[in-house]
């Protein structure tokens, strides 16, 4: 049995959102929507996502990176969503290993998110099912299609190309390559779920910086008044 996934590479992700776009796009009109956006905005945002990217900075100031970590389901060889689901609605196709829900059985019980210790799962409070990420099933399996447009949608769209589909177990993939001789590894293995998606890890840089880099020469502070001293905030500088 084939196990179709993906490969994302830290290293090249620069945090575009063209992949969470392309995905609302496709799949709001596709055969997994809609993706209601209630509330996108105010204090209590609500909203339907297949895909995620979380940006961090690490380190310490000077040597500070921002690293984008998109996130969707990963369709796990062993996926803890689809034995507590109550009615059978989460399953996994035995023919591609893609892990997907069924709407007409879902009856929103949340039993699923519970489950996924990813936090992949999705509520959507308009039709009240559970709704993930599904590898846009209805691309990658629509035969009508050119061979290289059956991919998901987020894949044809990054430009830095920081997403790599294809079959995990086939070891002349190419996700397959890419994760042996680039590292590749799967999230939070000690789950036991078996993740088909792979991320390629970060290549550390060492980082050259000038101490006269760290002061900006068109500080706006300057014009107005003088820099607060060592250990004073903008609070303590008098006016």
Not at 17 to 23: E, K, L, M, R, W
Not at 130 to 151: A, F, G, H, V, Y
Not at 159 to 177: L, N, Q
Not at 216 to 237: F, H, K, Q, S, Y
């Amino acid at each position: 049995m084939s196990q179709m996934a993906l490969v994302i590479d830290l290293n090249v992700c620069v945090g575009c959102h063209a992949c969470v776009t392309s995905c609302k796009e496709w799949n709001t009109s596709g055969w997994a929507g809609p993706m209601p956006d209630q509330r996108p905005y105010d204090a209590d945002p609500t909203g339907v996502f297949f895909n995620r990217v979380q940006t961090y900075e690490v380190g310490e100031f000077p040597c500070t990176e921002t690293l984008h970590f998109p996130k969707s389901c990963l369709h796990c060889e062993d996926p803890p969503c689809v034995p507590v689901c109550p009615t059978g609605a989460s399953y996994k196709r035995e023919d591609n290993g893609v892990v997907l829900v069924d709407y007409d059985k879902c009856i929103g019980c949340k039993y699923c998110s519970w489950a996924c210790p990813y936090g992949a799962r999705e509520f959507d409070e308009k039709n009240k099912v559970m709704k993930k990420c599904t590898l846009c099933i209805d691309r990658i399996t629509d035969m009508s299609l050119p061979e290289n447009e059956r991919k998901p949608a987020c894949v044809l769209a990054c430009p830095t190309r920081a997403r790599i589909y294809g079959d995990v177990h086939d070891p002349e993939s190419e996700v397959s390559i890419a994760i042996r001789e680039q590292g590749g590894y799967q999230l939070q293995p000690e789950w036991g779920t078996q993740p088909a998606n792979h991320y390629l890890p970060r290549r550390k840089t060492r980082m050259h910086i000038r101490e006269d880099e760290l002061v900006r020469a068109d500080n706006p502070l300057r014009e107005e008044m003088e820099l607060p001293i060592e250990g004073e905030t903008l609070d303590d500088v008098a006016w």
